[in-house]
């Protein structure tokens, strides 16, 4: 069996490019990023969430042996949060801020391109995030390491099914043109198998119920930003990540 390496060091130049974006933490040295390296380093993200992913279990299991449970749990969620420095909160924020005041399509986009946030996009954060906190409480424990596992993961396959499958909503440029205009079709099934064969060793054939209902809602999430704004954008990508996060450790709450 032949080995193409000329493959593996372009998956490994894309997930150096994903890591850069999606997290704080260096890794390498910076290059110059063009719109077309940055949109199909989106075939990445999956595994960037699955080492993020790694990263929790780790520190789930040390704070185990010291703190309680609800506190460890609290101490996980909040851990993803600094690791990625927010970015995909702050579109999920805005992205709830454009919904809530904007009237037509021109008036949301302009809202939720406003770095200043509202208040309901606020109250929606914190309940984001206790909603992940509490439902990742009421994950049974055996689970757990398998959801924190997957469940970066599965925010990052959302966001690229969303890419593949939709386009830019805005004229001009944006965060989300470079992934819209160039993660397609052959980026998604590169992270939708490495997500699947993730899921699957983590959580069985249960763990592959849950990612259908997770893709089926990235779908409406998706055509409903598209009859709304006429595409996606940037800040939906974080919208929808963050969602699938939320609905992942909900349904391991309730099915697992």
């Known amino acids: ?5 000329g493959m593996i060091r372009e998956w490994s130049r894309q997930f150096a490019t994903a890591w850069r974006f999606l997290t704080i933490i260096p890794l390498g040295r910076e290059a110059d990023l063009s719109s077309e390296r940055l949109g199909k ?4 993200f999956p595994a960037v969430g699955l ?3 790694a990263i929790l279990v780790i520190l789930h299991a040390l704070l185990s042996y010291v703190f309680p449970t609800l506190l460890v749990d609290l101490s996980v969620i909040s851990a993803l949060i600094l690791m990625t420095g927010g ?4 579109g999920f924020t805005d992205s709830i801020d454009g919904l809530a005041g904007g009237r037509n399509r021109e008036e949301i986009l302009d809202i939720m391109r406003d770095s200043r946030v509202g208040v309901i996009g606020v109250i929606a954060l914190i309940l984001l995030i206790l909603f992940k906190v509490v439902s990742l409480n009421q994950c049974p424990e055996r689970w ?10 599965m925010g990052r396959w959302s966001m690229l099914q969303m890419s593949a499958f939709s386009r830019y909503a805005r004229e001009g440029e944006g965060t989300g043109r470079a992934f819209a ?6 980026e998604y099934l590169v992270g939708f198998v ?4 993730a899921v699957f060793l983590a959580l069985g054939i ?10 089926l809602t990235t779908y409406l999430t998706t055509r409903f930003f598209e009859a709304k704004l006429g595409g996606v954008t940037g800040d939906t990508h974080g919208f929808t990540g963050e969602l699938s996060e939320a609905l992942f450790l909900l349904l391991g709450a309730a099915v697992l």
């Open 1 to 5: 069996m032949m080995i193409d390496y």
């Open 41 to 44: 380093s989106m075939a990445m």
């Open 51 to 53: 080492v993020l992913g």
């Open 87 to 90: 970015l995909h909160l702050d």
């Open 144 to 153: 757990k390491p398998g959801l924190l596992l997957c469940m970066p993961c």
């Open 181 to 186: 205009d160039f993660s397609g079709r052959p």
């Open 194 to 197: 490495f997500t699947s064969a």
């Open 206 to 215: 249960k763990g592959l119920l849950i990612l259908g209902l997770i893709g």
